[in-house]
Protein backbone atom coordinates (compact mmCIF):
# COMPACT_ATOMS: atom_id res chain seq x y z
CA UNK A 1 0.00 0.00 0.00
CA UNK A 2 1.19 3.65 -0.28
CA UNK A 3 0.19 6.10 2.09
CA UNK A 4 1.33 9.40 2.23
CA UNK A 5 2.13 12.67 4.01
CA UNK A 6 2.32 15.85 3.17
CA UNK A 7 3.65 17.42 5.68
CA UNK A 8 4.51 21.96 5.62
CA UNK A 9 7.21 23.29 7.57
CA UNK A 10 7.56 26.74 9.58
CA UNK A 11 3.91 27.09 10.98
CA UNK A 12 4.00 30.00 13.24
CA UNK A 13 6.64 31.90 10.77
CA UNK A 14 4.39 34.44 10.02
CA UNK A 15 0.66 35.04 9.58
CA UNK A 16 0.40 34.91 6.06
CA UNK A 17 2.66 31.13 6.45
CA UNK A 18 -0.13 30.04 8.87
CA UNK A 19 -2.80 31.47 6.12
CA UNK A 20 -1.82 29.35 3.39
CA UNK A 21 -0.89 25.88 5.44
CA UNK A 22 -4.72 25.72 7.11
CA UNK A 23 -6.11 26.58 3.08
CA UNK A 24 -4.11 23.84 2.15
CA UNK A 25 -5.16 21.60 5.17
CA UNK A 26 -8.73 22.81 4.55
CA UNK A 27 -9.46 23.07 1.19
CA UNK A 28 -6.16 20.95 -0.35
CA UNK A 29 -4.55 18.00 0.39
CA UNK A 30 -1.82 18.78 3.57
CA UNK A 31 -1.87 16.66 6.75
CA UNK A 32 0.65 17.39 8.84
CA UNK A 33 2.71 21.08 9.89
CA UNK A 34 5.42 21.93 12.48
CA UNK A 35 5.28 24.65 14.36
CA UNK A 36 7.86 26.97 15.45
CA UNK A 37 8.66 27.37 19.16
CA UNK A 38 9.90 30.77 18.40
CA UNK A 39 7.86 31.98 15.13
CA UNK A 40 6.79 35.36 15.09
CA UNK A 41 2.90 34.27 14.52
CA UNK A 42 3.03 31.23 17.36
CA UNK A 43 0.12 32.45 18.78
CA UNK A 44 -1.87 32.45 15.68
CA UNK A 45 -0.19 28.95 14.59
CA UNK A 46 -1.77 27.71 17.71
CA UNK A 47 -5.09 29.62 17.49
CA UNK A 48 -5.63 27.91 13.80
CA UNK A 49 -4.61 24.43 15.02
CA UNK A 50 -7.36 24.13 17.42
CA UNK A 51 -9.76 24.99 15.25
CA UNK A 52 -8.31 22.29 12.71
CA UNK A 53 -8.06 19.09 14.85
CA UNK A 54 -7.40 17.10 11.92
CA UNK A 55 -4.04 18.41 10.87
CA UNK A 56 -1.34 16.42 12.79
CA UNK A 57 0.99 19.41 14.65
CA UNK A 58 4.74 18.40 15.09
CA UNK A 59 7.49 20.96 16.38
CA UNK A 60 9.70 22.56 14.34
CA UNK A 61 12.83 22.42 16.27
CA UNK A 62 14.71 25.62 15.41
CA UNK A 63 18.79 25.68 16.08
CA UNK A 64 19.59 28.48 13.37
CA UNK A 65 18.40 31.49 12.95
CA UNK A 66 15.73 33.36 15.34
CA UNK A 67 15.73 34.06 19.32
CA UNK A 68 16.06 30.78 21.37
CA UNK A 69 13.49 29.78 24.09
CA UNK A 70 15.76 28.64 27.05
CA UNK A 71 17.39 30.88 29.15
CA UNK A 72 20.62 32.61 27.28
CA UNK A 73 22.75 31.68 30.43
CA UNK A 74 22.01 27.65 29.91
CA UNK A 75 22.86 27.96 26.39
CA UNK A 76 25.67 30.41 26.33
CA UNK A 77 27.65 28.41 23.55
CA UNK A 78 24.30 27.88 21.52
CA UNK A 79 23.63 31.96 21.33
CA UNK A 80 24.85 35.06 21.42
CA UNK A 81 24.89 37.67 24.01
CA UNK A 82 21.64 38.47 22.70
CA UNK A 83 20.34 35.27 22.86
CA UNK A 84 20.27 35.01 19.65
CA UNK A 85 20.88 31.32 17.52
CA UNK A 86 23.56 31.04 14.81
CA UNK A 87 22.77 33.09 11.36
CA UNK A 88 23.42 30.66 8.93
CA UNK A 89 23.62 26.65 9.22
CA UNK A 90 27.45 26.20 7.84
CA UNK A 91 28.48 28.24 10.64
CA UNK A 92 26.66 26.07 13.03
CA UNK A 93 27.40 22.68 11.76
CA UNK A 94 31.39 24.05 11.91
CA UNK A 95 30.75 25.07 15.66
CA UNK A 96 29.29 21.89 16.45
CA UNK A 97 31.32 19.49 15.02
CA UNK A 98 34.24 20.86 16.82
CA UNK A 99 32.71 21.14 19.73
CA UNK A 100 32.24 24.64 20.20
CA UNK A 101 28.24 24.31 20.80
CA UNK A 102 27.72 21.96 23.96
CA UNK A 103 25.15 19.09 23.14
CA UNK A 104 23.83 19.09 26.75
CA UNK A 105 22.84 22.63 25.44
CA UNK A 106 21.09 21.69 22.32
CA UNK A 107 19.14 19.40 24.16
CA UNK A 108 18.14 22.36 26.56
CA UNK A 109 16.81 24.36 23.87
CA UNK A 110 15.04 21.47 22.35
CA UNK A 111 13.26 20.96 25.54
CA UNK A 112 12.29 24.58 26.15
CA UNK A 113 10.64 24.57 22.37
CA UNK A 114 9.20 21.33 22.81
CA UNK A 115 7.59 22.76 26.39
CA UNK A 116 6.46 26.05 25.03
CA UNK A 117 4.40 23.96 22.59
CA UNK A 118 2.90 21.71 24.76
CA UNK A 119 2.04 24.91 27.26
CA UNK A 120 -0.03 26.11 24.69
CA UNK A 121 -1.93 22.45 24.59
CA UNK A 122 -0.52 21.50 21.41
CA UNK A 123 -0.45 17.66 21.70
CA UNK A 124 2.91 17.28 19.56
CA UNK A 125 2.52 14.38 16.79
CA UNK A 126 6.74 14.59 15.55
CA UNK A 127 9.54 16.53 15.23
CA UNK A 128 11.88 17.95 12.23
CA UNK A 129 14.29 20.66 12.26
CA UNK A 130 14.60 23.77 10.56
CA UNK A 131 16.95 23.52 7.76
CA UNK A 132 17.61 19.36 8.58
CA UNK A 133 20.14 20.22 11.53
CA UNK A 134 19.48 16.93 12.89
CA UNK A 135 20.88 15.43 9.96
CA UNK A 136 24.44 15.71 11.58
CA UNK A 137 24.90 13.21 14.33
CA UNK A 138 25.51 15.40 16.95
CA UNK A 139 22.39 16.88 16.67
CA UNK A 140 20.69 13.96 15.96
CA UNK A 141 21.59 12.23 19.31
CA UNK A 142 20.86 15.42 21.02
CA UNK A 143 16.98 14.86 19.40
CA UNK A 144 16.90 11.22 20.41
CA UNK A 145 17.70 11.69 24.26
CA UNK A 146 14.90 14.94 24.26
CA UNK A 147 12.50 12.95 22.16
CA UNK A 148 12.83 9.78 24.30
CA UNK A 149 12.83 11.68 27.77
CA UNK A 150 9.53 13.66 26.14
CA UNK A 151 7.55 10.45 25.11
CA UNK A 152 7.71 11.52 21.09
CA UNK A 153 8.45 8.77 18.99
CA UNK A 154 7.52 10.10 15.57
CA UNK A 155 10.81 12.28 13.70
CA UNK A 156 11.57 12.96 10.31
CA UNK A 157 13.80 11.50 8.41
CA UNK A 158 15.32 13.50 5.79
CA UNK A 159 17.27 11.23 3.25
CA UNK A 160 16.05 11.83 0.16
CA UNK A 161 16.80 8.85 -2.48
CA UNK A 162 19.20 10.94 -4.79
CA UNK A 163 17.54 9.05 -8.07
CA UNK A 164 14.10 10.35 -7.00
CA UNK A 165 15.72 13.52 -5.89
CA UNK A 166 17.02 14.13 -9.76
CA UNK A 167 13.93 12.59 -11.48
CA UNK A 168 11.81 14.92 -9.85
CA UNK A 169 14.10 18.30 -10.15
CA UNK A 170 16.03 18.13 -13.56
CA UNK A 171 15.39 20.04 -16.32
CA UNK A 172 15.69 23.86 -13.51
CA UNK A 173 19.51 23.38 -14.10
CA UNK A 174 21.53 25.74 -11.79
CA UNK A 175 18.76 27.10 -9.68
CA UNK A 176 18.30 23.46 -8.04
CA UNK A 177 22.22 22.10 -8.07
CA UNK A 178 22.83 23.35 -4.29
CA UNK A 179 20.09 21.98 -3.32
CA UNK A 180 20.98 18.47 -5.03
CA UNK A 181 23.66 19.20 -3.05
CA UNK A 182 22.42 18.97 -0.11
CA UNK A 183 20.48 16.16 -0.79
CA UNK A 184 23.59 14.13 -1.24
CA UNK A 185 25.01 15.85 1.66
CA UNK A 186 22.11 14.92 4.04
CA UNK A 187 22.29 11.53 2.58
CA UNK A 188 25.90 10.39 3.67
CA UNK A 189 23.83 10.70 7.28
CA UNK A 190 21.97 8.12 7.47
CA UNK A 191 23.48 5.00 8.36
CA UNK A 192 24.32 6.90 11.50
CA UNK A 193 20.49 7.98 11.22
CA UNK A 194 19.43 4.64 11.36
CA UNK A 195 21.53 4.04 14.17
CA UNK A 196 20.42 6.34 16.68
CA UNK A 197 16.83 6.40 15.40
CA UNK A 198 16.67 1.89 16.98
CA UNK A 199 18.82 3.43 20.25
CA UNK A 200 16.23 5.69 21.14
CA UNK A 201 12.79 3.90 19.67
CA UNK A 202 12.26 6.29 17.08
CA UNK A 203 10.12 5.97 13.91
CA UNK A 204 10.07 7.64 10.56
CA UNK A 205 8.15 7.14 7.13
CA UNK A 206 9.64 5.08 4.92
CA UNK A 207 10.57 7.74 2.16
CA UNK A 208 11.13 11.31 2.21
CA UNK A 209 10.93 14.03 -0.70
CA UNK A 210 10.81 17.31 -0.77
CA UNK A 211 14.77 18.27 0.09
CA UNK A 212 15.94 19.15 -3.89
CA UNK A 213 12.83 20.43 -4.50
CA UNK A 214 12.07 22.93 -1.89
CA UNK A 215 9.89 25.96 -2.64
CA UNK A 216 9.33 25.11 -6.18
CA UNK A 217 6.32 22.04 -5.65
CA UNK A 218 3.73 23.36 -7.72
CA UNK A 219 0.77 21.54 -9.24
CA UNK A 220 2.88 19.64 -12.13
CA UNK A 221 5.60 18.63 -10.45
CA UNK A 222 4.20 17.47 -7.05
CA UNK A 223 1.90 15.79 -9.46
CA UNK A 224 4.90 14.17 -11.12
CA UNK A 225 6.07 12.68 -7.77
CA UNK A 226 3.01 11.78 -6.74
CA UNK A 227 2.76 9.79 -9.94
CA UNK A 228 6.65 8.06 -9.10
CA UNK A 229 5.93 7.29 -5.67
CA UNK A 230 7.14 4.12 -3.86
CA UNK A 231 5.20 1.62 -1.60
CA UNK A 232 5.38 2.25 1.95
CA UNK A 233 4.81 5.37 3.52
CA UNK A 234 6.33 8.71 1.88
CA UNK A 235 6.42 12.01 3.64
CA UNK A 236 6.78 15.10 0.92
CA UNK A 237 8.06 18.37 2.21
CA UNK A 238 6.37 21.40 1.19
CA UNK A 239 6.42 25.14 2.18
CA UNK A 240 3.10 26.54 1.63
CA UNK A 241 2.20 30.07 2.65
CA UNK A 242 0.53 33.33 1.39
CA UNK A 243 3.41 35.81 0.37
CA UNK A 244 2.80 39.27 2.41
CA UNK A 245 4.25 42.27 3.70
CA UNK A 246 5.08 40.13 7.19
CA UNK A 247 6.66 37.68 4.96
CA UNK A 248 9.00 39.56 2.86
CA UNK A 249 10.45 41.31 6.22
CA UNK A 250 10.74 38.19 7.65
CA UNK A 251 14.06 37.06 5.82
CA UNK A 252 13.62 33.92 4.59
CA UNK A 253 14.78 32.39 1.66
CA UNK A 254 11.58 31.09 0.34
CA UNK A 255 8.91 34.05 -0.65
CA UNK A 256 6.74 33.71 -3.63
CA UNK A 257 8.00 30.15 -3.56
CA UNK A 258 5.58 29.67 -0.76
CA UNK A 259 2.57 30.48 -3.02
CA UNK A 260 3.68 27.76 -5.53
CA UNK A 261 3.67 25.04 -2.81
CA UNK A 262 0.46 26.66 -1.63
CA UNK A 263 -1.21 26.36 -5.39
CA UNK A 264 -0.03 22.73 -5.38
CA UNK A 265 -1.42 21.09 -2.45
CA UNK A 266 -4.99 22.89 -3.82
CA UNK A 267 -4.67 21.75 -7.06
CA UNK A 268 -7.51 19.50 -8.47
CA UNK A 269 -5.09 17.46 -10.25
CA UNK A 270 -3.11 16.54 -7.45
CA UNK A 271 -6.41 15.41 -5.79
CA UNK A 272 -7.14 13.42 -8.62
CA UNK A 273 -3.30 11.80 -8.53
CA UNK A 274 -3.88 10.56 -5.21
CA UNK A 275 -6.97 9.22 -5.69
CA UNK A 276 -6.49 7.41 -9.09
CA UNK A 277 -3.44 5.82 -7.21
CA UNK A 278 -5.36 4.66 -4.46
CA UNK A 279 -2.78 6.42 -2.32
CA UNK A 280 -3.82 6.55 1.21
CA UNK A 281 -3.50 10.46 3.13
CA UNK A 282 -2.07 10.07 6.54
CA UNK A 283 -0.89 12.29 8.83
CA UNK A 284 1.98 11.74 11.25
CA UNK A 285 -0.19 10.21 14.08
CA UNK A 286 0.21 6.74 11.37
CA UNK A 287 3.15 6.56 11.23
CA UNK A 288 4.04 2.45 11.74
Known amino acids: MKELILNADDFGMTRGVN?????????????????????????DAVERAMVNPGLAVGCHLVLVGGRAIAPREEISSLVD????????????????????????????EMRAQIEKIRAACIE???????????????V?????????ATGITRVRKPVENFRDSWETSRGDGARLSKQLVAAAAVRAMAPRFDVVSRKYG????????????????????????IEALAEGQTEIMLH????DA???????????QRETELEGLLDAGVRSAIEE????????????
Not at 19 to 43: D, K, P, Q, W
Not at 81 to 91: F, I, K, N, R, S
Not at 202 to 221: E, I, K, R, W, Y
Open 19 to 43: EGIIRAHREGVLTSATLMACGAALE
Open 140 to 148: MEALGRVAQ
Open 202 to 225: LHSPDQFLGLATTGQLGPTMLRCM
Open 124 to 138: ITHLDTHKHTHAHPT
Open 81 to 108: QAGVLPETLPGFIARVSVGRIRAEEIER
Open 246 to 256: ELRKSGSRLQQ
Open 240 to 243: PGVC
Open 277 to 288: RGIRLISFREVN
